[in-house]
């Protein structure tokens, strides 16, 4: 049983530029989340997506945008990078709220993001 | 609004002394609650969940964790820590009537031989 695999492991970028990370999520799982987890911090909830929209979105501004696709996996985009971007991207799936147990997130490594 | 607090940011244990980690929570009703640790480098694993009924919940690894309503405490601990615990450890609650996590800023065990 596959768990959730992320890609890539790492990024370097540059200020300004854009960057797209990818997230599978668990097998039977239908509903992503993102996190950002910044050096020596707990993780940051970005947004939560099933039935490929955008569900719940926490604190973060529209340079974060995400897609999710019909087979479940997603993405996060990031446009216009800053030198505050730079983090551990976490991704944990789980089921759709009114299932059984909607609570329990698995989540993936990660991708640690270096922006320079 | 709901918020974790973890007030231990780094604490050290000789292999094979006990461990508590100290966990507190702001919640408006009974809360779902969970610990999971983080090794260096790495995504997250959960080690336990509390949802309700006995407020005393097993984990792997040998972790167990308590829920005190009265404290606003959902404490791990472990009766004999091997070098293999030391990692980070984060307490998390769900969103008010929503499933994304709000997560402690962590608690960094270390272990001494």
């Known amino acids: 049983d596959a768990g959730v695999t992320q890609s890539p492991t790492h990024l370097i970028k540059t200020r300004g530029q854009q960057v797209t990370l990818r997230c599978s999520p668990k097998?039977?799982?239908?509903?992503v989340s993102w996190y950002q987890q910044a050096l020596g911090q707990g993780p940051q909830f970005i947004f939560q997506y099933y039935e490929e929209e955008e569900r719940q979105r926490g604190n973060f501004p529209d340079r974060f945008s995400g897609h999710q696709f019909p087979n479940y996996s997603s993405e996060l985009n990031v446009n216009a990078l800053l030198l505050g971007d730079s983090a551990l991207y976490l991704c944990?799936?789980?089921?759709?709220?009114?299932?059984?147990?909607?609570?329990?997130?698995?989540f993936g490594p990660g991708t640690r993001l270096t922006v320079t | 609004a709901q918020s974790v607090t973890q007030p231990d940011i780094h604490i050290t244990v000789s292999e094979g002394a006990s461990l508590e980690l100290r966990c507190n929570y702001s919640y408006g009703a009974t809360p779902y609650l969970f610990w999971y640790v983080q090794s260096p480098g790495q995504g997250l694993q959960l080690l336990l969940k509390?949802?309700?009924?006995?407020?005393l919940v097993q984990g792997i690894k040998g972790f167990e964790a308590e829920f005190k309503r009265s404290q606003s405490s959902f404490n791990l601990r472990k009766p004999s820590v091997h070098w293999s615990d030391a990692a980070e450890y984060f307490c998390?609650?769900?969103?008010?009537?929503?499933?994304?996590?709000?997560f402690g800023k962590g608690t960094r065990l270390s272990v001494i031989a």
């Open positions: 509390y949802f309700s009924g006995d407020t």
């Open positions: 097998s039977g799982h239908d509903t």
């Open positions: 998390a609650i769900p969103l008010v009537g929503n499933t994304p996590l709000v």
């Open positions: 944990a799936s789980s089921l759709k709220v009114g299932s059984r147990n909607p609570y329990e997130q698995y």
